[in-house]
């Protein structure tokens, strides 16, 4: 039996150098299982959201995938695609780049990802639980800690991990990060091959989940960054760390031989990913505080001060995945994930139609 039930449409503006999500709401009629064909396509002034011009402001919100609203405890979050009138994507539309590469070979390697997406809590202009006519103490206590000390925000994390198990997510956990008020949550692969874990699904549940950790937040006043630097000086920065493999590098017989394969051309296309892996990137990326030089690459095991880590278990195994710790927490995952895909399955440069970060 159909009824009426809320829909949130969300998707990604035009806003450089970095884009937001938008959404708004809609009661449509649905049965109880629907699909993703069920929800309409809508429109949206794109002249509002740096997405068109005001002489020709009609944009088209078109469905890709959607979860249960468990904010709400009903009615449905839709994931939308960004289309001018004529049909063809809006020059801002990023998942579409990533269908793309997917479509053009990428596929055929059956590429599994997983983000590690930092984020820094704000009240007002000071991170959560800092001292507003200081400093809190030096970073070491507050990586995974307990305690009021060395933790703040943790009613928020624990919160948007909650609504994002119970919306259906493949959300993998949380921890405390290395500076204080900073968190981090994981998407990707957590046991379960029947779960989808294609990269473009995983990619959606990002945003999902960013979307979700943003509501979340609102009801807390706080303020939510994904800067790459969101304080400056000697504190860590924030990063959406990628893990990544393919089938080849899964396989036990020779994996190990893959993943250096892998190594070897990312090494190459070192510069090509940087333009796509976030802004302010170099920011974050000063080869202090666990990253490696914007200008450097190297790789290494176990070795989180290298651009690609392979975990000490993968190494030991000898078939597994590899870590990009190049992306900044402001990435675009389908931009990253897009990224990957080229250089690692080895296709055609000419698929990457987004060739760098939009810059102010």
């Not at 009609?58 to 695609?81: A, W």
Request: net charge negative; glycine share 8%; hydrophobic share 30%.
């Amino acid at each position: 039996m159909e009824k009426f039930t809320f829909a949130e449409y969300i998707w990604l503006d035009g806003t450089e150098p970095t884009r937001q999500l938008r959404s708004k709401n809609r009661c449509i009629q649905l049965n109880e299982d629907p699909k993703i064909e069920d929800f309409p396509e809508w429109g949206f002034d794109g002249s509002s959201t740096n997405q068109a011009t005001g002489d020709d402001s009609d944009c088209i919100l078109r469905p890709v995938n959607f979860i249960k609203d468990k904010i709400r405890n009903k009615g449905y979050l839709v994931l939308c695609e960004v289309f001018d009138a004529d049909g063809k994507p809006n020059k801002s539309n990023s998942r579409a780049q990533l269908r793309r590469v997917l479509e053009s070979g990428a596929d055929k390697h059956e590429p599994w990802i997983g983000f590690e997406q930092e984020y820094t809590l704000f009240n007002g202009q000071y991170a959560m639980g800092w001292p507003k006519d200081g400093f809190p103490l030096p970073q070491g206590p507050y990586y995974c800690g307990i305690g009021n000390r060395q933790v703040s925000g943790r009613e928020i994390a624990e919160e948007h991990s909650n609504v994002c198990n119970e919306s259906g997510l493949v959300f993998y956990g949380i921890n405390a990060e290395v500076m204080l008020g900073q968190w981090e949550f994981q998407i990707g692969f957590r046991g379960d091959e029947k779960e989808n874990i294609g990269a473009l699904n995983i990619a959606d549940h990002l945003w999902f989940a960013r979307w979700i950790l943003h509501k979340v937040s609102e009801k807390y006043d706080i303020h939510v960054s994904f800067e790459n630097k969101p304080v400056k000086g000697d504190w860590n920065g924030a990063g959406m760390h990628t893990n990544f493999s393919t089938n080849k590098t899964r396989n036990k017989s020779n994996g190990m031989l893959e993943i250096k394969k892998c190594i070897q051309n990312l090494e190459k296309k070192h510069p090509e990913h940087i333009l796509l892996y976030g802004n302010d990137l170099e920011q974050r990326l000063t080869g202090l505080h666990e990253t490696c030089d914007i200008n450097t690459f190297k790789h290494g095991v176990a070795d989180r001060g290298s651009s690609v880590r392979i975990p000490q278990n993968v190494h030991e195994k000898g078939h597994g995945y590899f870590e990009d710790r190049r992306p900044g927490a402001n990435s675009d995952p389908y931009l990253v994930a897009a990224r990957l895909c080229t250089t690692v399955c080895d296709l055609k440069e000419e698929l990457i139609t987004f060739k760098s970060w939009p810059r102010s």
